[in-house]
C-alpha cells in the first residue's frame, strides 16, 4: 500500500482538486483506492458524495482504539474508489495527537487497511501541525500545488524549511505548479523557467481551467466533464508523473 498526500501551507492552491482527480484517475488505472479527507472543511468529501449530504464520523472513536478504521470508509460513485470523509472533529486532531506520544499514530491508523486497498490520497488542510508533521513522515510522496507567484515560491520554502526541521526526508516532497494563467506575464515566466523557480518540481503543470472550477457545480472529477481538455490531459501528465515517482 502506498501513501500519497497533497499538502500545502496555502490554502486555494488546488490540492483538494487534484486529490480528487488523482484518486479517480488511479482508481480508473485499477488500482484500489482510498481518498482521506483531512481538511475539517470538507471540500473532497463532498466532490466524492455526489454531492449528497455525507456525515463524517467523529475522530475520537478512532483514537480511542474503539472503532476500527473501516467504519469511517464510504463508496464513492466509482468503482475502486472509497473516501473517509471530512468531520468537524478533525480540528482536534492536533490537540490529540500531541497527547499521544506513539511514534506514528497515522502509520498505525491505516495499517489495517493495505490488505484491500493500495494507494491512499490524503487530502491535507493547509497547516504547519502535528498533523502534517505525521503526514509528511508516512508519505511515499507528499505533492505541493505551488501557484506562480514569489508568495506562494515563499511558503513552498518554508515548507522545506519546515521538513528539513522534523529531519523529514526532503526528497518525498514534490511541488508542481497550478492554476497557471500564461495570459500573466509573472506565471508564464516561471514556468518557462521553472527548472531554477522551482527546483524538483514535477513536469506537469495544471492550467487555470473553468472546467476544474465548475467541479464545485457537477461533483465530477475533469475527466469525466471533459476528457479532451487540457485540465484533463494535465492531470493524466501528473498522475503518470506520481506513479513512477511512489
Ligand atoms: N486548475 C484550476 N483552475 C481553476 N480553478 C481552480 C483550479 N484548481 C482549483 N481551482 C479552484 O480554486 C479553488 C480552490 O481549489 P482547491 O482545490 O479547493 O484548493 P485547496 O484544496 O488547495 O484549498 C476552488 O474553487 C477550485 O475550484
Ligand atoms: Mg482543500
Not at 508516512?138 to 522534523?166: C, E, H, I, Y
Not at 516532497?173 to 497557471?180: A, G, N, Q, R, T
Not at 481551467?209 to 475527466?223: F, I, L, N, T
Request: hydrophobic share 40%; with cysteine.
Amino acid at each position: 500500500m502506498k501513501i500519497i498526500a497533497f499538502y500545502s501551507l496555502k490554502g486555494g492552491v488546488g490540492k483538494t482538486a487534484a486529490a480528487v482527480n488523482i484518486a479517480y484517475l488511479a482508481s480508473q488505472a485499477g488500482i484500489p483506492t482510498l481518498l482521506w479527507d483531512l481538511d475539517p472543511q470538507g471540500a473532497a468529501s463532498w466532490y466524492l458524495s455526489g454531492t449528497d449530504e455525507i456525515k463524517g464520523r467523529k475522530l475520537a472513536a478512532l483514537m480511542d482504539g474503539k472503532t476500527p478504521i473501516g467504519k469511517f470508509i464510504r463508496a464513492s460513485a466509482y468503482p475502486d474508489l472509497d473516501f473517509i470523509p471530512a468531520h468537524n472533529s478533525f480540528r482536534n486532531l492536533d490537540v490529540r495527537l500531541d497527547k499521544d506520544d506513539s511514534a506514528n499514530t497515522l502509520k498505525n491508523w491505516l495499517a489495517p487497511l493495505s490488505e484491500e486497498t493500495s494507494l491512499v490520497v490524503l487530502d491535507c488542510p493547509p497547516s504547519m501541525s502535528r498533523l502534517s508533521e505525521q503526514v509528511l513522515k508516512t508519505a511515499d510522496g507528499v505533492f505541493v500545488p505551488v501557484v506562480p507567484t514569489w508568495l506562494a515560491l515563499n511558503s513552498w520554502q518554508q515548507l522545506q524549511a519546515f521538513a528539513r526541521d522534523k529531519k523529514l526526508k526532503p526528497g518525498r516532497l514534490h511541488p508542481f505548479f497550478s492554476i497557471v494563467d500564461r495570459r500573466k506575464n509573472l506565471h508564464r515566466e516561471m514556468v518557462i523557467h521553472r527548472k531554477q523557480r522551482l527546483e524538483s518540481g514535477l513536469n506537469a503543470l495544471i492550467p487555470n481551467a473553468s472546467v476544474v472550477e465548475k467541479m464545485g457545480e457537477s461533483g465530477q472529477p475533469v475527466e469525466l466533464m471533459d476528457r479532451s481538455s487540457a485540465a484533463a490531459d494535465a492531470y493524466r501528465r501528473l498522475w503518470k508523473e506520481i506513479r513512477k515517482l511512489i
